[in-house]
């Protein structure tokens, strides 16, 4: 029995199914997904559903996390009753409460949603070892060679639905695709309480309809600009002649005509087997703010860094990725002469290659990103160089170690380093 709504839609010729269901309620009609094994599980706005879930007078409201009616902070998450007014995340207080008056305001736990997190990532962990968290309340899942202990990928993903739903009182948006990008396309396709799964027949039927927004990495910006080379949809890319996208658009051009085709041979890899660990953010506006640009690398660098060490690793290899506002794309990086952990050392590498890059092209910013490779275990004997100050290197691990005890209890966006705050206080 299905409760709730089950909606089938047609493109290309091809029917997808997707279901949105009671998780306390199988499914009666599944749809045979043969060798899809990708998994991408987002929950359903999750600071603010969790806060209704603790309050249940303020379930059916307006609800935002973050910010004041009155002062400067600005909105954290918001409910799907609140984004009914146009409310979303980094909006200022003031700007969500003139969209919607009645909208209630609370304070945010981030310590008590890391909580939430933890029991999240517990039960991916019940039915698979291969997880990539991309954040408190999302995740990659490769459930290969599970199908014995737990069924298949679709039986995989009901069943997590239904302890999240059961255990936790809260629900999650999940797609199902034979690629990586496909999956995250699927769990955003039919939020809140989604579920979409896509066969490996019907990749093209089911992409070829959708927005060129859709793709990874097209914001606004990028949105316009293949919107005046008349691609509208991801269809349009696809059969889009591939050497005059290239010659067009570059890297990125290369980049989207694959995605459009279905290619994507990117694995769910957690931080432990990468090769390498990298974070990146692609602004909605075109930035030449130095500053800014600045306090981004500092951003980025502190999340790769923490990462770093929770896989228990170290780095030789720092590589900084650079995207201008016509799309043209470079990456610079330096090579270490001893691995490190270390995030101010990280940090001090990156300005450097930023402040090298600018120097060189200093056009407008589009995306900017930082990634660790020639990763090594953190257990490795590390040789310091003439120019180490012991010192100072003991005094910047334990500032490590407390900021990651720290972001652990509280949640990473608490406790950061000043140099990041610009680019932080804007998120």
Same mark, same amino acid.
Request: proline share 4%.
């Given at each position: 029995?299905?409760?709730?709504?089950?909606?089938?839609?047609?493109?290309?010729?091809?029917?997808?199914?997707?279901?949105?269901?009671?998780?306390?309620?199988?499914?009666?009609?599944?749809?045979?997904?043969?060798?899809?094994?990708?998994?991408?599980?987002?929950?359903?706005?999750?600071?603010?559903?969790?806060?209704?879930?603790?309050?249940?007078?303020?379930?059916?409201?307006?609800?935002?996390?973050?910010?004041?009616?009155?002062?400067?902070?600005?909105?954290?998450?918001?409910?799907?009753?609140?984004?009914?007014?146009?409310?979303?995340?980094?909006?200022?207080?003031?700007?969500?409460?003139?969209?919607?008056?009645?909208?209630?305001?609370?304070?945010?736990?981030?310590?008590?949603?890391?909580?939430?997190?933890?029991?999240?990532?517990?039960?991916?962990?019940?039915?698979?070892?291969?997880?990539?968290?991309?954040?408190?309340?999302?995740?990659?899942?490769?459930?290969?060679?599970?199908?014995?202990?737990?069924?298949?990928?679709?039986?995989?993903?009901?069943?997590?639905?239904?302890?999240?739903?059961?255990?936790?009182?809260?629900?999650?948006?999940?797609?199902?695709?034979?690629?990586?990008?496909?999956?995250?396309?699927?769990?955003?396709?039919?939020?809140?309480?989604?579920?979409?799964?896509?066969?490996?027949?019907?990749?093209?039927?089911?992409?070829?309809?959708?927005?060129?927004?859709?793709?990874?990495?097209?914001?606004? !910006? %990028?949105?316009?600009? @293949?919107?005046?080379?008349?691609?509208?949809?991801? *269809?349009? &890319? #696809? =059969?889009?002649?591939?050497? +005059?996208?290239?010659?067009?658009?570059?890297?990125?051009?290369?980049?989207?005509?694959?995605?459009?085709?279905?290619?994507?041979?990117?694995?769910?890899?957690?931080?432990?087997?990468?090769?390498?660990?990298?974070?990146?953010?692609?602004?909605?506006?075109?930035?030449?703010?130095?500053?800014?640009?600045?306090?981004?690398?500092?951003?980025?660098?502190?999340?790769?860094?923490?990462?770093?060490?929770?896989?228990?690793?170290?780095?030789?290899?720092?590589?900084?990725?650079?995207?201008?506002?016509?799309?043209?794309?470079?990456?610079?990086?330096?090579?270490?002469?001893?691995?490190?952990?270390?995030?101010?050392?990280?940090?001090? !590498? %990156?300005?450097?290659? @930023?402040?090298?890059?600018?120097?060189?092209?200093? *056009?407008? &910013? #589009? =995306?900017?990103?930082?990634? +660790?490779?020639?990763?090594?275990?953190?257990?490795?004997?590390?040789?310091?160089?003439?120019?180490?100050?012991?010192?100072?290197?003991?005094?910047?691990?334990?500032?490590?170690?407390?900021?990651?005890?720290?972001?652990?209890?509280?949640?990473?966006?608490?406790?950061?380093?000043?140099?990041?705050?610009?680019?932080?206080?804007?998120?």
């Amino acid at each position: 029995m299905i409760v709730g709504s089950k909606r089938r839609f047609w493109a290309g010729g091809f029917g997808f199914v997707r279901h949105r269901t009671s998780c306390n309620e199988p499914s009666s009609a599944t749809c045979s997904i043969g060798q899809i094994m990708i998994l991408h599980i987002d929950m359903d706005a999750f600071y603010a559903s969790i806060e209704q879930r603790d309050h249940p007078e303020l379930i059916g409201r307006p609800v935002v996390v973050g910010g004041s009616k009155t002062g400067r902070g600005v909105v954290a998450a918001a409910s799907y009753e609140a984004r009914q007014y146009g409310i979303h995340s980094a909006m200022p207080g003031r700007r969500a409460a003139e969209l919607c008056p009645h909208a209630v305001f609370v304070r945010g736990r981030l310590s008590h949603y890391a909580d939430v997190g933890r029991q999240v990532r517990e039960i991916f962990g019940r039915f698979t070892p291969i997880i990539q968290p991309l954040s408190l309340d999302e995740a990659f899942l490769d459930v290969a060679g599970m199908e014995r202990l737990h069924g298949d990928a679709e039986t995989i993903g009901r069943s997590i639905k239904d302890a999240i739903e059961n255990e936790l009182q809260l629900t999650a948006s999940v797609g199902i695709a034979p690629r990586k990008f496909v999956a995250k396309i699927a769990s955003d396709l039919d939020k809140p309480n989604g579920f979409v799964v896509v066969k490996e027949s019907d990749l093209t039927s089911f992409l070829d309809p959708l927005g060129v927004e859709k793709l990874w990495g097209v914001g606004s !910006v %990028a949105q316009a600009r @293949l919107h005046r080379l008349g691609l509208k949809s991801i *269809r349009d &890319v #696809r =059969l889009y002649d591939h050497e +005059l996208l290239v010659s067009k658009l570059g890297d990125w051009g290369h980049h989207l005509w694959k995605l459009a085709n279905g290619i994507d041979s990117r694995g769910v890899v957690p931080d432990r087997s990468a090769k390498q660990i990298s974070h990146e953010r692609t602004f909605a506006d075109d930035q030449s703010d130095a500053e800014l640009l600045h306090g981004v690398v500092c951003f980025l660098c502190e999340q790769t860094a923490m990462r770093l060490r929770r896989s228990g690793r170290m780095t030789s290899t720092i590589t900084l990725k650079y995207r201008r506002e016509d799309f043209k794309t470079f990456n610079k990086s330096r090579t270490l002469q001893a691995p490190t952990d270390q995030t101010g050392r990280i940090i001090r !590498v %990156a300005v450097e290659l @930023l402040e090298e890059m600018r120097r060189n092209e200093p *056009r407008a &910013v #589009r =995306l900017l990103g930082v990634s +660790l490779g020639t990763l090594v275990g953190s257990d490795r004997p590390v040789q310091l160089s003439l120019f180490d100050d012991p010192q100072q290197q003991q005094a910047e691990r334990k500032v490590d170690q407390v900021v990651d005890q720290l972001s652990q209890k509280l949640g990473g966006k608490t406790v950061y380093r000043a140099a990041s705050h610009r680019w932080r206080h804007r998120q």
